[in-house]
């Protein structure tokens, strides 16, 4: 999960593809990634992981790191 | 009204009755009472409609917990809760262009639509059951006991000017036994000194100077209008930010913490951010119930960079008042959300740009544009 997470965000979600990024790195807060991108990573989970995350789930702190994702998403499984 | 010595009074009198009774479901139904009363006194119809409001949303939100047709109850609790917000808010205003449809159609003439007289805290209200059922509905939350839901819907403190809370957060601290401690006193009211300085010194002092501006500000010099505006996007700024504070801080006597509304928006590097640190409360409900469910109807680009934005914002705007100044006011702000995501997509394209935009001095000219970009939004609001 984390491999499809990170090649999605690498590839069509953050603002300079050519970071370097792990489970730890910050998305949002550091600038990579803005909230809007959220929406098309809730729709990326649904459809690729086959799983529904609420919209309230997906906020800026949850989602702010893959290792922070990964976690929410175990959680609506 | 949260300025007045009726509220103070009122504040003492519940804390103190409040942490004599030993036990916490009691205590709930009195923050309930005492808010009930509160709303009595204030606004009768208020008090009238919160209590239908609450036994109609709590009981659909019984039925979204227990029935299997789930989203059925779902759609038609939230249609009756949008229902009672346009009667009451919106039907007057929409007079002009409702009245002659409707004596076109019922052949009848003579329809038209009186503006009524807008209860207390309604636009809150409204917005707190809607995310509490569609919560529900969502499978975060379960269904709460009537005495929670009652406290969470009518609790003073928060109930004219919000913040637009969830029922998640301050249901599980209603339900614990809350302790009482000295440091709680001591935390709510350095919060409601702190709002009290924001709102009646800051506030009202560039109230009093620059509403002669505001009042004619076409008539004035560029200049004067410049600082006309710039002094109302501060004052809106401490107004509003200081009855979050006064809302949190009386919320604290109570053993409450209540959610944070305002993280220094004016810091905001773009608009997305801006939103994020303005009216937090409400701009979450926006995204939340609104931003994101919209985006996903469609995947087209047209709907979900441009139009969606558009959409929720202009009725993010509209919530503030019936008025097109907010809808204008509303769908300025969706513009520039719109035009930040594609400033995003040419960031993508652009590694050098991308590179550039990651300069500290670049953060601060994209602050004082977006500082810039609210300034000229907040003339809708003057207006």
């Known amino acids: ?77 | 009204m949260y300025t007045s010595l009726a509220f103070y009074l009122h504040l003492a009198v519940s804390v103190l009755i409040y942490w004599l009774i030993p036990w916490q479901t009691w205590r709930t139904a009195f923050l309930s009472l005492s808010s009930l009363v509160f709303l009595l006194r204030a606004d009768a119809n208020s008090f009238y409609l919160v209590l239908i409001l609450t036994a109609v949303t709590w009981f659909f939100g019984y039925q979204i917990g227990q029935s299997v047709i789930k989203k059925t109850w779902h759609h038609i609790g939230v249609i009756l809760l949008v229902l009672v917000l346009v009667i009451y808010k919106y039907l007057g205003w929409l007079d002009d262009i409702l009245a002659p449809l409707l004596n076109l159609f019922s052949g009848f003439s003579g329809y038209h639509f009186d503006k009524l007289l807008i209860p207390l805290g309604l636009s809150y209200v409204t917005f707190k059951y809607i995310s509490y059922l569609t919560d529900i509905y969502w499978g975060l939350i379960k269904h709460g006991r009537f005495i929670d839901f009652l406290c969470y819907g009518s609790l003073f403190t928060i109930y004219i000017a919000g913040p637009i809370e969830r029922f998640e957060r301050p249901q599980p601290q209603i339900d614990n036994k809350l302790v009482f401690e000295s440091a709680l006193l001591e935390a709510g009211f350095q919060r409601i000194v702190f709002g009290l300085f924001k709102k009646l010194v800051l506030a009202d002092w560039l109230h009093y100077f620059i509403s002669p501006i505001w009042q004619n500000l076409a008539e004035n010099s560029f200049s004067m209008q410049v600082v006309g505006v710039l002094a109302f996007a501060f004052n809106i700024y401490f107004d509003f930010s200081g009855y979050s504070d006064i809302a949190i801080g009386s919320s604290r006597f109570f053993g409450l913490t209540i959610m944070e509304n305002f993280d220094n928006p004016y810091f905001a590097v773009n608009i997305s951010q801006f939103w994020r640190k303005w009216h937090i409360s409400l701009s979450d409900w926006i995204r939340d119930y609104l931003f994101f469910p919209l985006s996903r109807m469609n995947e087209k680009m047209i709907w979900q960079l441009i139009l969606v934005p558009l959409i929720a914002m202009g009725l993010c705007g509209l919530w503030h008042g019936a008025s097109w100044s907010f809808v204008l006011w509303g769908l300025w702000h969706g513009a520039g959300l719109s035009l930040l995501q594609f400033w995003g997509r040419f960031k993508r394209r652009r590694k050098e740009i991308a590179h550039l935009s990651n300069q500290p001095w670049f953060n601060r000219f994209a602050a004082a544009l977006t500082f810039s970009f609210v300034c000229i939004g907040w003339i809708w609001f003057i207006g």
Not at chain 1, 3 to 9: N, S, T
Not at chain 1, 62 to 69: E, G, H, K, L, P
């Open chain 1, 1 to 77: 999960m984390q491999e499809k997470l990170i090649a999605f965000i690498r590839d069509e979600l953050i603002s300079d593809p050519d970071v370097e990024i792990t489970a730890d790195t910050p998305l949002i807060s550091s600038g990579l990634m803005d909230s809007f991108a959220l929406v098309t990573l809730q729709a990326f989970i649904e459809k690729e992981l086959g799983v529904k995350v609420p919209a309230p789930r997906i906020t800026v702190d949850s989602f702010n790191t893959i290792a922070r994702m990964i976690s929410i998403i175990g959680l609506h499984r």
